[in-house]
T-cell receptor, first 112, second 113 residues
Framework: GQQVMQIPQYQHVQEGEDFTTYCNSSTTLSNIQWYKQRPGGHPVFLIQLVKSGEVKKQKRLTFQFGEAKKNSSLHITATQTTDVGTYFCAGPDETNAGKSTFGDGTTLTVKP | DGGITQSPKYLFRKEGQNVTLSCEQNLNHDAMYWYRQDPGQGLRLIYYSQIVNDFQKGDIAEGYSVSREKKESFPLTVTSAQKNPTAFYLC????????????FGNGTRLTVT
């Protein structure tokens, strides 16, 4: 079945450093979504990428969708303590409408 | 305000008891989902429903049951057959189309001793 993998599993950075998490799918995706889960909280939808090679920005966050639509990345510039949490990517199951496969997430900790 | 409500936030049960987790949404979403999250791990799909009176097993359905009698409600029962029920349970909803974003509830943390 479809697999979505994320690396790294954990990332510890000093405040002000940059951070990147990578997401790879075993199949081509029609779109990819990113979610953020704060410690003790629930996942919150951040963004969806649809087009091959698409790049979207949200303030210090930059999201990319690969040309082959099998990988994606999230880059945070100059991390802040508010960026702490786990970032998940999710891809739709193309054979099963309404079902998504989540990566295992990258947990970011930021030292002030 | 539109959203998803899960209750209770914390739930404690003795081993061998069935327990039902509540999930209600007023977003008028067609699809609803139950995920399980274990410490430091990702989200694993238990059951999902794309329409009232219909639901499908996810990746880890054994030991769980659901019903979808109303569009707004998708309760999850953790039965005594579930070997490791202690976990964080998240309910979500979406418009149900491929790629529709998921809206999550605040979760229920279940502890079984």
């Amino acid at each position: 079945g479809q697999q979505v993998m994320q690396i790294p599993q954990y990332q510890h950075v000093q405040e002000g450093e940059d951070f990147t998490t990578y997401c790879n799918s075993s199949t081509t995706l029609s779109n990819i979504q990113w979610y953020k889960q704060r410690p003790g909280g629930h996942p919150v939808f951040l963004i969806q990428l649809v087009k091959s090679g698409e790049v979207k920005k949200q303030k210090r966050l930059t999201f990319q969708f690969g040309e082959a639509k099998k990988n994606s990345s999230l880059h945070i510039t100059a991390t802040q303590t508010t960026d702490v949490g786990t970032y998940f990517c999710a891809g739709p199951d193309e054979t099963n409408a309404g079902k998504s496969t989540f990566g295992d997430g990258t947990t970011l900790t930021v030292k002030p | 305000d539109g959203g998803i409500t899960q209750s209770p936030k914390y739930l404690f049960r003795k081993e061998g008891q069935n327990v039902t987790l509540s999930c209600e949404q007023n977003l008028n979403h067609d699809a609803m989902y139950w995920y399980r999250q274990d410490p430091g791990q990702g989200l694993r799909l238990i059951y999902y429903s794309q329409i009232v009176n219909d639901f499908q097993k996810g990746d880890i359905a054994e030991g769980y049951s659901v019903s979808r009698e109303k569009k707004e409600s998708f309760p999850l029962t953790v039965t005594s057959a579930q070997k490791n029920p202690t976990a964080f349970y998240l309910c979500a909803s979406s418009m149900g189309r491929v790629g529709s974003p998921l809206h999550f509830g605040n979760g229920t943390r279940l502890t079984v001793t």
